[in-house]
């Protein structure tokens, strides 16, 4: 058995869908390994997962190594890499590091979850450096969709480590620095063992694009319109939120905020000196009183998010924006894969308004934050790492970023999935174990295992119905004495005439069943109940050619 | 009040929604219109119908209309154009025409649903005529994604409308004749009053494409894959099974179809003479005999479906077909918006396997049946409307075939909506009425409103969960003399011990509640139930931050 150091990555969130990125690097020897946990990010919960709304990667592996967590990195603000913050830091207790802005966010977060005094976090500048245990972790400013977006260059024993996490080359990001390439390049020429890469935009040829582009666009598209704006954007692009601002000012608009999220960030990023040099902002309320040509809503919901600020507006529900014939919205944003419906949805709702629908497809108000083939292939060749490792993508992104890698001759390759543990070195890397890994359902307060049988209980309440059949029986006889009561939900006949026969079917069926006991099988209750379930179950189906979840409730008095 | 002749069109289904078409056209004075039925199709449940496999168009119109009904006419067998035929046509009791291919699926509908020797139904040859009434419909060859798309020219006493259904201009479509375009070209000579037509692809420029290309391209895509190949596409896409079968033929493989839907489309080819000299199918069970570089599995599932053939293979649940290392699966299939989660999750399936999979991005092996701009800018110019009438379409696609309509200077432009009652004739094109217009669920064996409330409770279910709390009460005294019991369904705590304390804080609520009531308000069961409800509910929201159904059940002894 070796005892000797070992550098680990172990990817449980990202390597097999864009988002919920957690990531840990170990050092040491196997029974002894010190770690560092990079990102602690959310997914959402969509057709799948009916009413939750955030989806955790599953932290039981890191739990049990909590004693070696020597700190909490994260690189960027977006809530797929902070959002699982304030759910998972009480499993590690481990101190977190971050940049001012995204120290911001992430003090908003711990505090909706009680624990801003609690946990340890330490701001880090631009371009800092932490030392934490073996590992000597450098800051180095790239550019992306949110400001302050941080590669990691983490220095151990065995070689140097760089982690990108969500970046793109943008020559003018209108928000922060460009990208640090001198230091990239001198991390090249210092020797990269691995580089751990964002795999988003993988399928797609040539550059992202300049957040620049995007302004000069807003600001002829809006130029161009004579009613109401209402441009829909991501909260946390700042720079996005930036250009906004200066093409409505150019064009004689005054912006109004509408959607909590906007102001959160906003907020966030006044508070860290970024926007700080913008005209005023109007609220909702004043905005009524300005004439439809001076007047920009910057909104959320640009992803059809039903309870989002455009949704609001588009179905007429919002207190105090209303958009109609003669005014515009600009979808300044990309269609997420598994929203398209629902932005779909939107647009028909806005054009049934007469309102006129911009996006990404008509004019160029978006690009992406992420790299595409040609800033990876710069990537590489700056870096020029001995082992690609490609995350922050679905199975798909993984492994054509890896083929990718392999024509640009990087000399090792590998294709992580969450959960497996990858040594780095020494030696060729390897995968040298797999440790679970999984989703946790956050479901209202409670965090659930994705396994639990409450969600398929639910995915069957939603397509099937319940039926509940309850009856008293007596003590001694165990006859039935009251009963059976029928209730039904999420089960239709179309009237209510045909609804009062199939329940009396229903109850027709759980009294048969029951009869049909002999007084012996009576005294076993649960027995009683399933013979009751199962002969509701048949007359349901026979109802509706449904298969609803069936309760028997047997009370004995 | 006139008396006097109109000819009107009546979207109820596919102006709003790419699919679902139902469309009539009136004739007559208003007080007595003739009208026919031109398809009558059904679009499928998503996850905002959870439990719902098929969504038909609300006919009530047009039952109250059924004297007039003087035929329903189909276009094509695409099931978003007849697939209602077997729910709707006891609501109209008219007599249905059809071309060969489309009569067999239509029969074949009309079986399951018990209505075979109900339904007149009249095969009409292609390039037919067919006369009811004040309508002299001439059935006009196009090309499309199926067999025997057919256009309809309408002649009546105020006009000829040209009803294009669904097409594309095809040069070679494998299967079936060109585009009648002569035929096209004399409707133009004779005078179009108003084309009805496809809005699917107005935001692609250029051409589908045809079939002759995907041909070759999956040619020589089969040809360089050593492993087994599967190929799945849309069953109703005949030609795509020709140019399938005859590229495994070309390189040495024997197909064997799997999924029902494949055999069902190949038998009805079959029964009409299309498919006719086609080498013989091997079966599942055979194909397991055959060396992997000799078989081809012709499948259905491209959408992702769960239960459908290539879903099974790809999580390893099909009986007889496995696919693993060095195998290929081409999708021979575009993604439909709202499907891309389940696309990608089932790409990700096949990959985790080493499968690879192709797709129209890497390779020319798909092409759309609908038109792109140039051929609609063609078909304008053949056919030189008076109106366009842009149909099969979401809101978006409506008003965008109609700028298009109006850059080519056509006259008049109408942009209707489902339930808008459109006069063509005399005078210019107004919608003069509006008729009810919406959805019905096909929920198991019940057809239910939109708006039915198990709908509602479904969808709160599947977010929310159940909560039923039943006990017994004393007839006299009207006090509790067994229970509470409180059932949850897809409500957990994650283990058992809380989730009994759960329990106990629901009964414990459900008791306080009740015993809260005066006795007078007791007597009240209803009033009973609803205050055991409430405060159960709040309970409910305290332990998991979510709002169930909650039903409370007094039985009285």
């Known amino acids: 058995m070796t005892t000797s150091d070992e550098l680990v990555f172990l990817p449980l969130g990202g390597a097999g869908e864009i988002g919920m990125n957690l990531n840990a690097y170990g050092f040491g020897p196997p029974e002894d390994r010190k770690w560092i946990i990079v990102d602690v990010g959310v997914t959402f919960g969509g057709q799948d997962e009916p009413g939750v709304d955030v989806i955790l990667p599953d932290p039981t592996f890191l739990e049990t190594e909590r004693d070696g967590i020597l700190g909490i990195v994260l690189t960027h603000a977006h809530e797929d890499h902070i959002g699982a913050i304030g759910w998972l830091w009480p499993r590690f207790k481990a101190p977190v590091y971050a940049t001012p802005f995204t120290a911001a966010l992430v003090r908003e977060k711990l505090r909706e979850r009680g624990l801003l005094q609690k946990v340890p976090l330490t701001e880090i500048p631009l371009k800092g450096r932490l030392e934490l245990g073996p590992f000597d972790i450098e800051f180095v400013t790239l550019t992306h969709s949110i400001p302050e977006p941080n590669g990691l260059a983490i220095r151990t024993p065995l070689g140097l480590v760089w982690h990108t996490g969500d970046w793109k080359i943008d020559p003018n990001p209108i928000v922060g620095e460009t990208t640090d390439d ?228 990087v000399p090792e390759t590998v294709t992580p999935r969450n959960g497996d543990m990858i040594r780095l070195a020494p030696g060729p890397a390897a995968v040298i174990d797999e440790v679970p890994a999984g989703r946790l359902f956050v479901d209202g307060d409670i965090v659930l295992d994705s396994g639990d049988e409450a969600m398929r209980d639910r995915k069957r309440l939603g397509a099937e119905g319940q039926v509940t059949v309850s009856f008293a029986v007596s003590a001694k006889k165990r006859a039935i004495v009251s009963g059976p009561d029928v209730r039904v939900r999420g089960l239709s006949t179309g009237d209510e005439e045909t609804l009062e026969a199939a329940l009396d079917d229903l109850a027709a069926a759980a009294e048969a069943a029951y009869h049909r006991l002999s007084s012996a099988e009576r005294q076993d209750e649960d027995a009683a109940e399933e013979a009751v379930v199962r002969a509701v179950r048949k007359a349901a189906d026979k109802i509706w050619g449904k298969r609803p979840l069936v309760d028997a409730v047997i009370l004995t008095v």
């Open 182 to 409: 001198a230091r990239v390049r001198a991390l090249g020429e210092d020797g990269v063992l691995a580089m751990v890469c964002d795999s988003t935009n993988v399928f797609v040829e040539g550059e992202a694009g300049s957040e620049e582009g995007v302004r000069e666009g807003l600001e002829a598209m809006i130029r161009s319109c004579t009613g109401k704006v209402a441009v829909t954007a991501f909260a946390s692009n700042v720079a996005r939120i930036d250009s906004t601002i200066r093409a409505a000012q150019a064009c004689g608009r005054s912006v109004c905020l509408v959607g909590r999220s906007m102001h959160k960030i906003v907020g966030a990023a006044l508070s860290v000196g970024i926007l700080k040099d913008v005209p005023p902002f109007v609220t909702e309320e004043e905005s009524g009183y300005l004439p439809p040509e001076a007047v920009l809503y910057l909104c959320t919901g640009s992803q059809g998010e039903s309870r989002a600020a455009l949704a609001r507006v588009a179905s007429n529900q919002h207190r105090h924006v209303t958009l109609g014939e003669g005014d515009t919205v600009i979808f300044s944003s990309r269609v997420i894969p598994g929203n398209e419906k629902a932005i779909y949805a939107l647009y028909d709702q806005l054009l049934a308004r007469n309102v006129r629908v911009v996006t990404d497809k008509d004019a160029h108000v978006h690009v992406s934050g992420h790299p595409c083939r040609d800033e990876l292939r710069q990537m590489y060749q700056w870096a020029r790492p001995r082992i690609a490792v490609p995350v922050h993508g679905e199975r798909r992104h993984i492994l054509e970023h890896a083929a990718l890698a392999q024509t640009l001759q």
